[in-house]
Each structure stands twice: as structure tokens, then as C-alpha cells.
């Protein structure tokens, strides 16, 4: 398995900046959510390729799923 990391970075000014690496689809807004908590409000998000990673595999999961019959 990969390595799962989570970069916080905060500027002169306050502001903080999250990156997550090796944690794909939706998990990882839940892990920075679970670390950030309620103390941040996301001002933007922008989504990288391991986002749309996992989400692909479950849409390719459900397209075979519904070809199969029972």
C-alpha cells in the first residue's frame, strides 16, 4: 500500500494550505475534515487525479455489477 500523507502548510498570513498524497477518491476531504475539524472553514478545494481515481473504480465496479446476472 501506499503511502498516505497529509502536507499542512500555513503562511505569513495565517492562512492554511492541505494537500493529501496516496489517499484516493473522496477520503481524502473525510481525513482532512477529521484533522482540521470544525476549526477551518474551506475556502476552496481543488480536486487532484487520486480524487477521481478511486471514484472510477467504484463506477467500473457498478457497471459490472449491473451487466451480471443473478
Partial sequence: MAEQRI???IDENG????????IKGE???DELQKLLGEYVD???ITKTDEFYQQNELK???K???KNKKI
Avoid at 492562512?15 to 496516496?22: D, S
Fill in 63 to 65: 457497471n459490472i455489477n
Fill in 15 to 22: 492562512k492554511i494550505h492541505a494537500k493529501t498524497e496516496g
Fill in 59 to 61: 463506477n467500473q465496479t
Fill in 27 to 29: 477520503m481524502c476531504l
Fill in 42 to 44: 474551506l475556502l476552496s
Fill in 7 to 9: 502536507i499542512i502548510e
